[in-house]
């Protein structure tokens, strides 16, 4: 039968065809089918084909014959029983005769398609290929009738659509129902519908299957709703990094080989990988879909990190970076992204009221550097854009200099800035550690940006490259040609950029021979180079040499002098011990070099006393060299016979050329290194007798030097200033080059003595002898530097630049803790030594100086003078010593019964500073041993107390602190010093930052504070403003809330006054500390601080919360009734909280501030407060016009409170601002057409600078106040409330006539024009009428008027203003202030 169909079919004899098929029944035809397909006959085709063809439409029982058909052919295909070629073919004949299908017939195939995708067994692809043919040919029916049901074609598709949609699918058939949904034309609607349902079902599926269905998501999204499929996809991979992000550090303590966990975190990164490879591929055919990638990651910038960059959605857009297009836009938005998270991070800890609002504000670093992670699981794609990454964020960092090379960053550097560039750090190294790829870019990046950056700073790319040798030197070994390029170009960079690239090389040059070769070749060819940077960088790269190529023998003078060993028969193989013969060779070739320093510049001489104190410190065994080479250089300067007077020839050391004196020889300095190198021999050899390996030459070849020192020291004694050709008739002034010799000369002598003074003191055991020299020392030094610093200070009889800057002390850190020790300790040892010491007038205080002058270099920089400056567990010891001993010193004093004079309250204020500073570096820089350095304070009682946390004691030192302030407020007026107040405050300042934001204790601290304010009345304005801004700032970071902004802002009102004179203030305070003197611009100047700064919380917050809620509502989440609760809270807050600021700003706008200053920045805080309004405003609007919400109440009450009490108050004093600065210029000006009597016209008004500044700012003002009745007119009309009923226009802003004033202009006019002809007289009138109108337009116009109508005629606009006010405002003004008082 089946071959006799075929056969017909191929004759095209149709009509015997037909009559076949009529004689054959259905089932009959799909046994056929079903037959040859079982057998797997390639004729199943053409049988198909041939019964098609014989069962055209319009003849009876087709249509049956066909649905019959289709209904076997999709059987089969269901069963996947065909070969995908023959499959294929009859696919593409059953699409061809779908269109002539009738409407009912596609409509039971349709419903045979929803029952196989609901049924247990999921269709296959091939089986799907035809439901999109299907469903658009149900959409082209004009009519679809299925039982008994009657609809359009379309309406039916949509049915079915709904249908299948709407049941549920099996995992298997997810892939392949979106890939048919691709080819179905669908509406807006529907096709929203469809993604929606696939996007749910990502969950469900195998990590396999993910990739290839996030594929057939992107192509539907081509149709549209791509930011629906994008958000969809980063949202299912972002909650699979959550579920797996402690996955990583389990897997690292899992002993478990077979770990399913580890197993399933490996796929899931895989899976990533390939999804962000198949987004990639599909945005460079589909740009739009780029385009839509950036929106999506630009709306939610304002939402916080975590919702902005998850590690998937980062990843994807720097795998997105790629493409050309979108490049700049991409970077710009991470750089931009990084820095925002590190503001808001920064902002948020410093604000009680944000962290109450936003409970979680997480940095991007986590999410980053999980992203870095993330690429070592084959994501090629991300890692060039993780490169560009990195180096961009540490391209944002560093001041610009504006003149010349900028050799280091800031010393201290702090804020969001140098946190991005952390963050770049830490990227570039990971990344290079990971993968090998871009080993070799890093490199080149990093010595490009060394080389080539001149005018920002290059230390962060040098700690870049320390930190790459640190933790990875065997994989710069591969690259040790770039490194050795790198040496050409040393001589060229700037000292501080040279030393630290040999710095962060210097590991390298123990592994590679050639390295360290070609390293000495450079810095002897810059030892001998004409320029000064060069001989620098050579001296400092053999000092840093000599530092870590440690001598493990002996080395004695002879063999220092000798330099024959060549550095290339030295060498060092990594992996045999080290052979410390060949160190001794190199460090003796490097000294015999660094002898040729000592006939250079003095910078380099300078550079080399330095550096050889640390190079001994480090290297010990070199001590004898090193003493032999400085007793050589010294003896060119000291004068060895005893009878000749003085003991140093000061004329070698210094210059001449021309009437020009320079220094040549540094001998303060040489003579220091002299002394440290000598004490720190003592040192060595006493350890090294007390293990037994003394050795006794060195002892002889140090006890030459140590003769010379002690005969020096007594020689400096009895010298006095007139044998150095200095005495108090001498000239210090830097004007003339007798003065800058004489002071050169008087520098030298200085730092001789204080090094003199340090080597009595530790060269060995303390005697009365030694005291005696060391006071005898101080008093030569007190004597030459008060007759240099009366000199120099009054050189001229006027401070110019010939002013020489008082020099750095010589003493050491070490020297100044120990000498305190003596001095100011509690310890009974050495009392009688402590007695001669202190007794000694001004020797404690100039002690206490240099601490202090070391302590704020130390805060300043982080590092100073000496070998214990540059040692950060030294700085730290000693810093903690210095703390205790300060500390106890100022408690012993406080104790004193007797009254202290000038001297005793200059040494404690001195005691409070350098305890404000030793805390400052131990809470900024060493807060990670914080707790060791509160144990060395010491205080009484503390041993006593059990502390359960860092905060306890920190909680307790503050106590202690608080109960010794207390001591000095509760003395006697008269003996109260102001200045050790706010000291005490300063230090309680540096303890309470390091306070964690949510101790319990930090609202007793801010109580207490507010005590004192309220209750200690304070003359001292510098104390008023440091206790009012601990009080603002630690309320603002622990408290929260801004009433004493309010009550500050009514102290200011009641002891100014009003603006009205009518208006009598009662003058109470709520604060004591505020008075007439106070009040304006100090107490002023920090209320209008903190309320910009609280307006700037509430500016983000109102950024952040639309931005939330944008989300929200484009997103359409489930569970929005706690969104909802949580942004209406917010809201109340913001309300609550500008309603506190319009109170506040209510006080100042009626305040008679001076003009000036105060009411500038009153006028600019008055902008800020109406811009923030307009934005509240604008938010609320937004909600209306999304449908997404309504204002409340709260809201209502604000633009109530806005209109009756900032608004007309704000052009009253306009009006007042005007007034005052009009009637400052009158009297000031000079009479109108006089000169003066040499001809030259008067000089312009005193006042008019500052007025012109006011014409700029009060129109900014008026702009913002009807920039916020703009949008609350729209508010009003969206909301139905009338919310302008408390907004009036005042008077200020209409046009004011002034008769008298025109009627003067106009008569004045009239006289210049009088002896004109009658036609000049027409034209005069004509003029005057002219004028009458402009000038009318120049005297109407209120401070919105153009600039330039002001400074023209100030005088015909300004008067009229005071003198012709409406009588009703002024007793209006009156009358509400009066009825506030009363109440």
């Not at 017909?8 to 015997?16: D, F, P, R, S």
């Not at 012993?892 to 200059?906: I, M």
């Not at 709520?1070 to 209008?1088: D, E, I, M």
């Not at 009158?1226 to 009479?1231: E, G, K, L, S």
């Amino acid at each position: 039968m089946d071959k006799k169909i075929t056969s017909l079919a191929e004759e095209n004899k149709l009509e015997e065809l037909r009559a076949c098929l009529q004689n054959a029944s259905n089932d009959e035809l799909c046994q056929m089918i079903e037959r040859k397909v079982l057998k797997g006959r390639n004729d199943t085709f053409t049988l198909v084909r041939a019964v098609l063809l014989g069962s055209p439409i319009e003849s009876p029982g087709s249509v049956d014959r066909r649905c019959a058909v289709y209904r076997q052919c999709i059987s089969a295909l269901q069963k996947n029983e065909l070969n995908n070629k023959m499959a294929s073919e009859l696919i593409g004949l059953l699409m061809l005769e779908a269109d002539s299908l009738p409407g009912q017939t596609l409509a039971e195939l349709a419903g045979i398609y929803i029952d196989c995708i609901k049924s247990d067994t999921p269709p296959t692809s091939k089986c799907l290929e035809l439901l999109p043919k299907i469903l658009s040919a149900l959409g082209s029916q004009d009519r679809v009738v299925y039982a008994g049901n009657q609809m359009k074609g379309t309406e039916y598709k949509g049915h079915v659509l709904n249908s299948i949609c709407s049941c549920r699918w099996s995992a298997g058939s997810v892939v392949h129902l979106a890939a048919m949904f691709k080819d179905v034309p669908l509406t807006s609607d529907e096709l929203r519908f469809v993604l929606e349902k696939v996007l749910r079902m990502l969950p469900e599926l195998d990590m396999g299957d993910i990739p290839a269905l996030t594929y057939q998501l992107l192509l539907l999204s081509t149709k549209g709703h791509k930011k629906l499929v994008l958000e969809g996809v980063i949202k299912f991979f972002s909650d699979q990094d959550s579920k797996h992000r402690h996955t990583d550090e389990q897997q690292e303590f899992s002993e478990d080989l077979l770990d399913e966990t580890g197993a399933s975190l490996e796929t899931l990164r895989l899976t990533e990988g390939t999804a962000i490879l198949h987004i990639s591929l599909t945005v460079k055919e589909h740009q739009d879909l780029g385009r839509e990638f950036i929106k999506c990651l630009k709306s939610n910038q304002n939402c916080g990190a975590g919702k902005t960059l998850s590690p998937f959605s980062f990843a994807m857009a720097l795998s997105l970076a790629r493409i050309n297009r979108f490049k700049d836009q991409i970077f710009d938005f991470l750089k931009s992204t990084v820095l925002k998270s590190y503001r808001d991070v920064e902002r948020h800890g410093q604000s009680s009221w944000l962290q109450d609002i936003v409970p979680d504000t997480s940095a991007v670093d986590d999410y980053i550097m999980q992203t870095v992670q993330n690429s070592t699981y084959g994501w090629d794609h991300v890692i060039q854009g993780l490169v560009e990454l990195g180096f961009l964020l540490m391209d944002a960092f560093g001041p610009k200099a504006p003149f010349g090379r900028i050799d280091l960053q800031p010393s201290m550097p702090s804020g969001p800035t140098h946190q991005a560039c952390k963050l770049g750090t830490k990227i570039l190294l990971k990344t290079f550690k990971s993968h090998e790829m871009v080993r070799s870019e890093i490199l080149d990046q990093i010595f490009n940006r060394i080389i080539t950056k001149a005018t920002t700073p290059v230390s962060h790319f040098l700690e870049l490259l320390g930190d790459i040798v640190m933790a990875s030197p065997a994989m710069l070994l591969d690259s040790v040609a770039k490194v050795r390029e790198m040496f050409d170009y040393v001589s060229m960079l700037s000292p501080g950029s040279a030393e630290g690239l040999l710095r962060a090389i210097q590991p390298l040059l123990k592994h590679s021979m050639a390295l360290k070769d070609a390293l000495m070749v450079t810095l002897r060819k810059a030892m001998f180079s004409r320029q000064l940077e060069s001989r620098k960088i050579g001296a400092s790269g053999f000092l840093m040499v000599l530092k870590h190529f440690r001598v493990l023998g002996g080395v004695r003078s002879s063999q220092a002098s000798q330099s024959s060993l060549s550095t290339s028969q030295i060498e060092v193989d990594i992996h045999s011990v080290v052979s410390p013969s060949s160190h001794e060779g190199l460090c003796l070739e490097i000294l015999g070099n660094l002898r040729r320093c000592l006939s250079q510049q003095a910078d380099v001489r300078l550079l080399l006393y330095q550096g050889l104190i640390e190079v001994l410190d480090r290297n010990s065994q070199l001590g004898e060299a090193i003493l032999s080479m400085l007793q050589a250089q010294l003896k060119s300067y000291y004068e060895r016979n005893t009878d000749i007077s003085p003991p140093l020839r000061l004329d070698t050391c210094i210059i001449g050329q021309g009437e020009q004196v320079f220094l040549a020889e540094p001998l303060a300095h040489l003579i220091c290194c002299i002394q440290q190198c000598l004490v720190k021999c003592r040192e060595q050899s006493g350890q090294g007798e007390s293990e037994g390996g003394g050795d006794e030459d060195d002892g002889d070849g140090a006890s030459e030097l140590e003769g010379v020192m002690s005969n020096l020291t007594d020689r400096m004694i009895t010298a006095e200033m007139e044998d150095f050709e200095l005495d108090k008739s001498a000239d210090y002034s830097l004007a003339n080059c007798v003065g800058v010799r004489n002071n050169i000369f008087a520098i030298l002598i200085l730092g001789t003595y204080e090094a003199l003074m340090e080597y009595a003191f530790l060269a060995g055991k303390l005697s009365e002898t030694r005291v005696r020299h060391i006071l005898q020392l101080y008093e030569n030094y007190r004597k030459l530097s008060e007759v240099v610093r009366e000199k120099a200070g009054g050189a001229g009889g006027k401070k110019t630049k010939s002013v020489a800057k008082a020099p750095q002390s010589l003493l050491s850190l070490k020297m100044v803790t120990q000498i305190l020790h003596v001095t100011i300790g509690d310890s009974e040892k050495d009392s009688d030594l402590r007695e001669s010491l202190v007794m000694t007038s001004d020797f404690l205080k100039y002690i206490l100086g240099v601490a202090l002058q070391k302590l704020v270099h130390l805060q300043d920089n982080g590092y100073c003078e000496g070998i214990e400056g540059r040692c950060k567990p030294r700085i730290f010891l000693y810093t903690s010593q210095l703390a205790g001993l300060l500390l106890g010193y100022y408690i012993r004093s406080q104790g004193d019964d007797r009254n202290p004079g000038v001297r005793e309250r200059q040494i404690v204020t001195l005691t409070l500073e350098g305890l404000g500073s030793a805390i400052a570096i131990a809470t900024q820089q060493y807060s990670s041993q914080l707790d060791k350095f509160l144990d060395s304070l010491d205080l009484e009682g503390s041993d006593r107390q059990q502390f359960e946390s860092l905060d306890d004691k920190i909680y307790f030192n503050i106590k202690y602190l608080q109960r010794q302030l207390a001591t000095v407020l509760g003395g006697d007026e008269d003996q109260r010093c102001w200045r050790q107040v706010g000291l005490l405050l300063g230090v309680i300042q540096h303890l309470c930052m390091a306070l964690s934001p949510r101790y319990m204790q930090c609202e007793h601290i801010v109580a207490w504070l507010e005590k004192h304010a309220r209750e200690q009345a304070i003359d001292d304005l510098s104390l008023v403003k440091s206790l009012l801004t601990m009080l603002l700032t630690l309320g603002r970071r622990w408290r929260g809330n801004v009433v004493a902004l309010r009550d500050l802002a009514q102290d200011i009102h009641s002891q100014i006054g009003d603006i009205d004179p009518d208006i009598e203030m009662d003058g109470c305070t709520n604060f004591a500390v505020v008075s007439v003197r106070s009040a304006a611009p100090t107490v002023l100047q920090l209320v209008v601080q903190q309320s910009d700064q609280e307006l700037d919380d509430i500016d983000w917050v109102i950024s952040r919360t639309r931005a939330e809620h944008q989300v929200a509502v484009t997103g359409q989440t489930g569970g929005e009734s706690p969104q909802l609760t949580q942004r209406e809270g917010h809201e109340k807050s913001i309300c609550t909280r500008l309603g506190m600021l319009v109170n506040t700003l209510h006080e100042l706008v009626q305040t008679s501030l001076p003009v000036g200053t105060c009411t500038e920045h009153l006028l600019k805080l008055l902008v800020r407060i109406y811009t923030t309004l307009t934005s509240l405003v604008k938010y609320n609007l937004w909600m209306y016009t999304s449908g997404s919400g309504h204002m409340s109440g709260r809201f209502e009450k604000l633009v109530k409170l806005s209109g009756s009490n900032l608004t007309q108050h704000c052009y009253a004093i306009i009006t007042y601002i005007q007034a005052t600065e009009s009637e400052k210029v009158q009297h000031a000006a000079p009479d109108k057409g006089k000169k003066k009597k040499d001809g030259k016209k008067a000089a312009p008004p005193a006042g008019k600078g500052s007025m012109l500044k006011q014409t700029r700012t009060i129109p900014n003002l008026v702009f913002a106040i009807e920039q916020y009745e703009r949008f609350l007119i729209q508010l009003s009309k969206k909301a139905k409330v009338n919310l302008m009923e408390h907004m009036k226009h005042s008077t200020s802003r209409d046009f004011r006539i002034n008769p008298s004033v025109l009627a003067r202009v106009a008569e004045e006019q009239q006289e210049s024009s009088g002896d004109e002809s009658d036609g000049s007289l027409d034209n005069s009138s004509h003029d005057d009428t002219h004028t009458q109108g402009d000038g009318q337009r120049v005297v109407n116009r209120d401070s919105s008027s153009d600039g330039s109508d002001q400074e023209n005629d100030h005088s015909v606009v300004n008067r009229p203003q005071v003198s012709q006010e409406p009588a009703k405002k002024r007793p209006r003004l009156g009358t509400k202030r009066k009825g506030k008082a009363s109440s």
